[in-house]
């Protein structure tokens, strides 16, 4: 599976936005980005996912280089319970089941 | 909006015990997944199902586990005989379809297994 890069954490204050950024730079023309996140103890939970296009959805933002070989997820107005695990994950479509694999992602601290 | 549901929230039982871990899955989902996470590390992929059968496993999952989906409605994970290092979160997930595109993975709130 090819690899992404994360920070390990970023810090934030609420209602500003956040840029979390996503180095995929082995990343095929069949992988696509996706973006979950983790809220303490509970289980991970999709956000957004997309292949050249950027994307919008009611969560968030994804912008996608043209390269593909970075991305980022952009929540517009951070809020305290967006604190969380954010994943940025690459998935190919296998044929059997394709499985997420995750990484250590980016943990989001977000401040009043 | 529907949720995948698991039980129980906790379990608790001792080394070489056997263990069921139930999950409900999306009703109109046709893949299923188990993950677990050990405290403070990342989650691991252990199993994906469809058709009645695996379609894929991790090194992990090994003969100590087994899934089984009994009744067209529960989807079950059970270590024949736990170990200490089995102690973990379990999460279970569902998804529509397998196509990366068009299909992400639903995850329950997990069981957490303490293995004494």
């Known amino acids: 599976d090819a690899k992404t890069t994360q920070p390990n954490s970023m810090e934030s204050n609420e209602e500003e936005p956040v840029h979390l950024p996503c180095n995929h730079s082995?990343?095929?023309?069949?992988?696509?980005i996706h973006w979950y996140r983790q809220l303490p103890s509970q289980g991970p939970e999709y956000v957004i996912h997309?292949?050249?296009s950027n994307v919008n959805n009611r969560m968030a933002s994804l912008a996608i280089a043209e390269d593909r070989k970075s991305s980022t997820l952009i929540l517009h107005r951070a809020t305290l319970r967006d604190a969380a695990v954010y994943y940025c994950?690459?998935?190919?479509?296998?044929?059997?089941?394709?499985?997420?694999?995750f990484g250590t992602g980016t943990q989001l601290k977000v401040e009043l | 909006e529907p949720e995948v549901t698991q039980t129980p929230s906790h379990q608790v039982t001792q080394m070489g015990q056997e263990v069921i871990l139930r999950c409900v899955p999306i009703?109109?989902?046709?893949?299923f997944y188990w993950y677990r996470q050990i405290l403070g590390q990342k989650v691991e992929f252990l199993v994906s199902?469809?058709?009645?059968?695996?379609?894929?496993k991790s090194e992990i999952f090994d003969d100590q586990f087994s899934v089984e989906r009994p009744d067209g409605s529960n989807f079950t994970l059970k270590i024949r005989s736990t170990k200490l290092e089995d102690s973990a979160m379990y999460f279970c997930?569902?998804?529509?379809?397998?196509?990366?595109?068009?299909?992400?993975?639903?995850f329950g709130n997990g069981t957490r297994l303490t293995v004494t």
């Open positions: 997930a569902s998804s529509r379809t397998s196509l990366p595109f068009y299909s992400p993975l639903h």
């Open positions: 997309g292949l050249t």
């Open positions: 082995t990343i095929s023309g069949t992988d696509y």
């Open positions: 994950i690459l998935r190919r479509f296998t044929g059997g089941g394709n499985k997420l694999t």
């Open positions: 199902f469809y058709n009645n059968e695996i379609s894929e």
């Open positions: 009703s109109n989902h046709l893949y």
